[in-house]
T-cell receptor
Framework: EADIYQTPRYLVIGTGKKITLECSQTMGHDKMYWYQQDPGMELHLIHY???????EKGDLSSESTVSRIRTEHFPLTLESARPSHTSQYLC???????????FGSGTRLTVV | SQKIEQNSEALNIQEGKTATLTCNYTNYSPAYLQWYRQDPGRGPVFLLLIRENEKEKRKERLKVTFDTTLKQSLFHITASQPADSATYLCALDGGGSYIPTFGRGTSLIVHP
């Protein structure tokens, strides 16, 4: 069972609202990632972090921010939600070696 | 540009047969390649990783091959079961960046 947790599991929110998607892992992994995935499509990297106080932008980062104040916590914030943000958001972590990436169950976001 | 191609058409097979899924890539020199399973509405689950200097890797009923000349990986599930029905994603990683790029995945449907 994966030790990476995302909350909320589902979220319906109005346009213009500020939202924070939570992601926590208990494995002590240095590297953490946020991906966005639409049904039947590939994962697109939004943000990633190599460790505490390290954050980098991915392909789709322009409308969101992240922080990494603690190793185990990597929240994603949308300052002003839009219908185009409707998607599944997946958080992942890794030690960076050959054990692959561990994903959370995702947050299904709907912006109305 | 870098591209990962997985067959977009679903693969339908009978229980007990061997399923073979393909991952092709272009404009990429991955240090290793990974395979994941993804069930609807869930995050991907890591299955296997194969390095560029490895030809084949096995784990229980799973086998992965990696041909860096053909720029192709094959993923085999032997003695397939209906419970193996899912979408299977391949991911490439340059090694130094620790940022995997995912394919769109191929849906496998195993019929009883």
């Amino acid at each position: 069972e994966a030790d990476i947790y995302q909350t909320p599991r589902y979220l319906v929110i109005g346009t213009g609202k500020k939202i924070t998607l939570e992601c926590s892992q208990t494995m002590g992994h240095d590297k953490m990632y946020w991906y966005q995935q639409d049904p039947g499509m590939e994962l697109h990297l939004i943000h990633y972090s190599y460790g505490v106080n390290s954050t980098e932008k991915g392909d789709l980062s322009s409308e969101s921010t992240v922080s990494r104040i603690r190793t185990e916590h990597f929240p994603l914030t949308l300052e002003s939600a839009r219908p185009s943000h409707t998607s599944q958001y997946l958080c992942a972590s890794s030690t960076g070696d050959s054990y692959g990436y561990t994903f959370g169950s995702g947050t299904r976001l709907t912006v109305v | 540009s870098q591209k990962i191609e997985q067959n977009s058409e679903a693969l339908n097979i009978q229980e007990g047969k061997t399923a073979t899924l393909t991952c092709n890539y272009t404009n990429y020199s991955p240090a290793y390649l990974q395979w994941y399973r993804q069930d609807p509405g869930r995050g991907p689950v890591f299955l296997l990783l194969i390095r560029e200097n490895e030809k084949e890797k096995r784990k229980e009923r799973l086998k992965v091959t990696f041909d860096t000349t053909l720029k192709q990986s094959l993923f085999h599930i032997t003695a397939s079961q209906p419970a193996d029905s899912a979408t299977y994603l391949c991911a490439l990683d340059g090694g130094g960046s620790y940022i995997p790029t995912f394919g769109r995945g191929t849906s496998l449907i195993v019929h009883p």
